[in-house]
């Protein structure tokens, strides 16, 4: 799709790195708007890895004791105590989006656009009722008495760290849930049929960034 | 990736991948539910954890296929993150003796 000539003596391997490095050629073999967001995407990274790294640093400083996760996001179903009952839902709810999102791309590359923008608005209402029960972890901690800056249940370090990881993450499901709402809009309305569909597969990895990070989010905040 | 590579891919390897994300994610929460503790539990929330972050990257994002100058571009920068976090964990630590040292309510 490049342009560039894929000769038969393609090189494998370290050899490929030096051959794309070196050669009077575009370095990265993708397009312009796919490699941008993966280079966005690494910046990403490193927001949301500081923003652990900084819990992990205020968790082992502190000398008030942390709070039980597992306890502190228990929730009462059906008069049975669950433990991280809303917090199991909303970690298989994303992972549910990010299916629809990876069938969506694989529907638009196939050319099969209807398809695609269904998954698409499938994947936005499963990201907007995540941030809906996100919402609600939020207003049970607060009405707890959970602030930035203190908290009943043990370190004050722990309200911090909670409003800053899960709100910024927050934030970014929120933005990827109006993304994927304009993309899919736009694909509808025909405005990619001449360009071709690369763009569900770069809107995607934006979804697929944001499941990511939830994944370390629900290993190091929820489970440690 | 090259488009015409995409396009070959099967919906059901999506779907597998779906079923062991749902799978993993689940075993990390019984990690939780069945109360394991200690370096077992963090062993298994790790262990899960990277399988499902390795499904996402390679598969769900593609960049399985991709060329090794991107995954290059990718991999080599998170080097600083994990000398970050050690040096953190040294700072941390030592700020925790510290606060234990001068700091304690008598």
New interface residues.
Partial sequence: ?SGQSDSAAEAK??H??VD??AADQR????SWGK?MM??FL?GD??IF??FL??Y????????DAWPNA?QVFELVVFGQTV??FLI?IM??IL??S??T???A??FA??KQKQLAVYLMLATAVLGASFVAMQAFEWSKLIADGVRPWVNPMGAAQFGAAFFMITGFHGLHVSAGVIYLLIVARKLARGDYDQR?Y?IV?IS??YW??V??VW??I??FF??? | MSTEHVQHHPISLYLKVWGWLFLLSFFSYMVDYMHVQGPLRWTLVLTFMLLKAGLILSVFMHVKWERLALKLLLFVPLFAIAVFVALMAIEGDYTYALRLLYFRQH
Avoid: Q
Avoid at chain 1, 27 to 30: A, G, I, L, S, Y
């Fill in positions: 799709m391997g370290w490929s790195v794309d490095w370095t990265f073999r993708v490699l993966w280079i690494l990274t490193f890895s500081i790294l900084s992990m640093t205020v968790r082992l400083s502190a000398t597992s433990p991280l199991a970690t298989f992972i549910t990010s299916g999102m990876a069938i791309v694989s590359y196939r071709g690369e597969e995607g990895l697929h960034f499941d990511l994944v370390f629900f290993a929820y489970l440690w």
